[in-house]
C-alpha cells in the first residue's frame, strides 16, 4: 500500500469548508457575516489571507470584540473557488463541530488582532 501523500496547505481547511457549506452551516460574505456576529451565531469565522481594509473593520474587529475565534485561511479567490462563488473574504461557521474539524485542519492557525 502506498502511503498517503501530504495535502497541500490550506487544503484540508479548504475541504472542510465546503463540506460545512454544502451543509447550510457557512455564511459568506461581510454583510451577512457582520449580522450573524451581532446575533452571536458563529463558533468560529474563517478569514481569506488578503483580507481587505473593508472585511477587517467591519467583521474581525466585531468578532475580536465578541469572542469568536479567528481561522487564518487561504486567499480569498481560493476560498471562492472551493464554495463555488466569486472571491470570499469571511466565512461565518455556524456549527460547533465543524468548526473544531476546521481548527484542527488549520493548525498554525492564530488568531488575527484588529
Do not use: N, W
Not at 489571507?49 to 470584540?65: E, G, N
Not at 463541530?97 to 488549520?106: E, H
Amino acid at each position: 500500500m502506498a502511503p498517503k501523500t501530504p495535502l497541500p496547505p490550506g487544503e484540508a481547511l479548504l475541504r472542510l469548508l465546503g463540506l460545512a457549506y454544502r451543509a447550510r452551516k457557512v455564511v459568506i460574505g461581510v454583510d451577512h457575516v457582520r449580522a450573524g456576529l451581532q446575533a452571536d451565531q458563529f463558533a468560529c469565522l474563517v478569514v481569506a489571507s488578503d483580507v481587505t481594509q473593508r472585511a477587517q473593520d467591519k467583521v474581525v474587529r466585531l468578532a475580536v470584540a465578541r469572542g469568536v475565534p479567528l481561522l487564518a485561511g487561504p486567499s480569498a479567490e481560493a476560498i471562492g473557488a472551493r464554495l463555488g462563488r466569486p472571491g470570499v473574504m469571511v466565512a461565518g461557521v455556524l456549527d460547533r463541530a465543524f468548526a473544531t474539524g476546521l481548527a484542527k485542519a488549520a493548525p498554525g492557525s492564530v488568531p488575527r488582532e484588529a
